[in-house]
Structures are given as structure tokens and as C-alpha cells.
């Protein structure tokens, strides 16, 4: 699904801002979602004025209820299908299953694009940029914990013993300078990226 959306990443700081990513294609992955969303809008109103124009607040009241109930499955069933591009809860897992002590996890962006990694696996994150975002006040103190990294560290961890998890939207990130890296997981256009080759 990753691959029918537009990227608009100057608007994700609105709420919704991922709405504006959809065309018309990728609607056509919400099909019966929205389906379902329109009938039950439809037939519960009509359904709640029928009732009220014969006398029966109650059976209205009721229609309402269950328009509310199917219209609220439908917008979880959309949201399990949209999830992958909005959370890295599968890139998280597959890290899990390899991480050891002392491995290391990069993020290839800004924190808040990788922050449900940070928040399914539970490790801190290393940041591959200067300071900025939502992490650039906290950067200035003279005991924040180094976790910014340059494409000059980057490719010195990248050549050491130690594994290194690299999150990013690209399959060939600059950072890296065509230097070898193993695709460890997909999900939702974003890549785990490792220096060794890890069994899936």
C-alpha cells in the first residue's frame, strides 16, 4: 500500500496530516471499509427518522447505536490496513528477535518518524542528523546521552563488530555511501537496515 500513496511529509504535523497521502488508488484499498461506513450512515439515519416520524424516540435512539457501532468497525478495520504506514510495530519486532546487548538502532529521520520503535522494543534510539524536532532542546544539556549521530560515525559503527539497525524510508540511503547492508525487514515503505546478515 506503501507504494500508492503520496508523500506529503510538511503536512504530518497536523492532525490527519496522513489523509492528504491518499489517491485515488490507495482508496481503493479502503473499499469495503468505506463500503460499509456509507450503508451504515445511510441506513441508520434513515432508519432513526423513520422511527421518529411514527412516534418511537427509543427504536431511533436504538438505530443510532448500532450506526455508531458498524460505523466504529469500520474505521478500525481501515485503520489495522493503514497501520503499517503509520507505525514500525513489525520493523520492531523483527529487531527484537535479533538484538543483543550493546546492539545499536539508528534512525535515518527525524525521532518522531521511528518513535513506535522506540516504544514497541523499548531501546533507545540513535538519531542520524543534528538536533532538531522534538529532541532538540533536550540535546543542549550538557549531560544528554549522545544519541545523534553523523555519517561519519555512522559508517565507523556500520564496519565494527557490533550490529547496527538502521530504520529508514529508503532501500539505498545515502548515509550509507553504497557501503554493503542486509535488508533485515519491510513494512509500510520504511527498512531495517543491518551491517551483518542476520537470519530472518
Not at 427518522?49 to 478500525?76: D, E, Y
Not at 518522531?112 to 524536532?133: C, E, K, M, Q, V
Amino acid at each position: 500500500m506503501a507504494d500508492l500513496l503520496k508523500k506529503n511529509p510538511q503536512d504530518y504535523d497536523f492532525s490527519l496530516g496522513h489523509l492528504l497521502d491518499l489517491t485515488p488508488q490507495a482508496l481503493g484499498v479502503f473499499r469495503a471499509p468505506l463500503t460499509g461506513a456509507v450503508v451504515s450512515l445511510f441506513v441508520g439515519a434513515g432508519a432513526n427518522w423513520f422511527f421518529r416520524k411514527r412516534g418511537r424516540p427509543g427504536r431511533g435512539n436504538l438505530a443510532l447505536a448500532v450506526m455508531m457501532i458498524a460505523l466504529l468497525a469500520c474505521v478500525q478495520s481501515a485503520f489495522v490496513t493503514f497501520s503499517p504506514i503509520l507505525s514500525s510495530k513489525q520493523l520492531a519486532v523483527a529487531v527484537q528477535h535479533h538484538y543483543r546487548a550493546g546492539d545499536i538502532i539508528v534512525v535515518d529521520g527525524e525521532y518522531s518518524d521511528a518513535s513506535t520503535l522506540n516504544f514497541y522494543t523499548g531501546i533507545p534510539l540513535h538519531i542520524l542528523r543534528a538536533p532538531s524536532g522534538n529532541l532538540w532542546y533536550g540535546a543542549k544539556f550538557p549531560d544528554a546521552p549522545h544519541v545523534f549521530e553523523t555519517e561519519s560515525s555512522l559508517a565507523a559503527l556500520w564496519t565494527a563488530s557490533g550490529t547496527v539497525f538502521l530504520w529508514t524510508q529508503q532501500e539505498d540511503p545515502k548515509g550509507l555511501h553504497g557501503v554493503p547492508r542486509h535488508v533485515l525487514a519491510r513494512s509500510g515503505g520504511k527498512f531495517i537496515l543491518t551491517n551483518h546478515n542476520l537470519e530472518p
